[in-house]
């Protein structure tokens, strides 16, 4: 399939743009900052309106069906305004797991809310300081026609938004098993459930969740209890692509206000741009973010085509998108000189994110590592 994107994938990129830029402009999460806020509910509401939160949700269930290659579109534009909202967590990878093994019941309630955006759910994961998807010990223990959650989760993505966490529980296996893993709908104000938060440097916070005796009933049981791994498997692939994404978003931005302050600031009389060493440096990294912007479609088409390949796509662009990333506002960074540390300025901000961003759903480490696996290696 041709790396090139269709009329209508254009005509969501220049409406998503134009509907970003003017919402949630990177001066927006200077506000939120300085006001103790995280993200704005007026823009998810406007992120709802335009349909965004419904972008890869099949018809029958209130979404648009427009696939990933355009919910990759939304969330590029959203990393270069540096846009907070749980998107990522809610509408795609929750959204995904739901589709994919949720019953009817539970598609037509659950999609439906989500779609409209009257709901945020949120993954509750990985239990370690890295990303580490294998590792599960907490558990799920039947008990009549309900089961019992023990155990905690860290780093749970928009776990300050969230009404509910789908939660990963093991029912049996040890704790590197890949196998025997269960997914529980448990609502926020559940009992037994403790929720804390803490605040990354880009402004968002991330949930710690504590599981002590949880009860669930049997309808908030997802899929069928330890044979959920494939569908587990794409929605974490669907949130690494996407996380690809946005920070190709991030990158683009940094390297393209860095162009326009080079091109500003004077030294000896000239504009720094004329400067050989930096242009050499822009050039080099221009060529890694065309590189890049290949990666991630080819990652989001396979995903929407359900390729054979899709895992080492994806991990090859997650991978890619995060070392480029890194260089990317680190050059921003460098290039704005002494300022460019400064808050004045919003490139630290690039930077911030960037960092956040790297960690989810799989760092450059963790993806190059799965991608050589996936190769033989």
């Known amino acids: 399939m041709a790396l090139v994107l269709n009329e209508e994938q254009q005509m969501l990129r220049d409406s998503a743009k134009s509907f970003i830029q003017e919402s949630s402009p990177v001066g927006a999460l200077r506000k939120l900052r300085d006001s103790g806020e995280e993200w704005s509910p007026e823009l998810w509401s406007g992120m709802a309106e ?49 589709e994919a093994v949720g019953n009817e019941a539970q598609k037509e309630s659950l999609l439906a ?27 799920a223990a039947a008990d009549g026609d309900t089961y019992v959650l023990n155990g905690s989760k860290k780093h749970v993505l928009d776990g300050d938004l969230a009404n509910t966490f789908i939660v990963v529980a093991r029912l049996t296996g040890d704790a590197d098993s890949e196998d025997g893993l269960g997914l529980f ?5 559940t009992e037994g459930l403790s929720v804390s938060t803490t605040l990354n440097a880009d402004n968002r916070r991330v949930g710690n969740l504590d599981f002590e005796s949880v009860r669930v009933a049997a309808n908030a049981v997802i899929g069928k209890p330890g044979a959920n791994g494939a569908a587990l498997a794409r929605a974490l692939d669907i949130g690494a ?16 206000r860095t162009l326009d302050y ?38 989001l088409q396979a995903i929407d085509q359900d390729s054979p390949d899709r895992s080492t796509l994806v991990s090859m662009a997650k991978a890619k998108v995060a070392k480029t990333s890194k260089l990317a506002v680190n050059e921003a960074v460098q290039m704005h000189a002494g300022i460019g540390m400064t808050d004045e300025f919003d490139i630290g901000f690039f930077m911030k994110r960037s960092a956040a961003a790297c960690q989810e759903y799989g760092d450059y480490y963790f993806h190059s590592d799965r991608f050589a696996e996936l190769g033989g290696y």
């Open 185 to 189: 709908l448990v609502d926020r104000d």
């Open 241 to 256: 692509a996407l996380s690809a994404a946005e920070l190709l978003g991030v990158a683009q931005e940094s390297f393209e």
């Open 50 to 98: 335009m349909g965004w939160t419904g972008i890869a949700i099949p018809e029958d269930f209130g979404g648009l069906e427009f696939g990933y290659v355009g919910a990759g579109i939304v969330l590029e534009e959203c990393g270069r305004t540096l846009a907070a909202s749980p998107l990522l967590s809610s509408s795609f990878v929750c959204a995904s797991l739901l």
């Open 262 to 299: 080079l091109k500003d600031r004077k030294q000896f009389g000239v504009p720094v741009a004329s400067f050989q060493a930096l242009q050499h440096r822009a050039a080099q990294l221009f060529c890694e973010l065309e590189l890049c912007k290949s990666c991630v479609l080819k990652a």
């Open 113 to 139: 809310a989500i779609a409209g955006g009257e709901t945020v759910f949120t993954l509750a994961l990985c239990e370690g300081d890295r990303f580490d998807p294998t590792r599960i010990a907490t558990t």
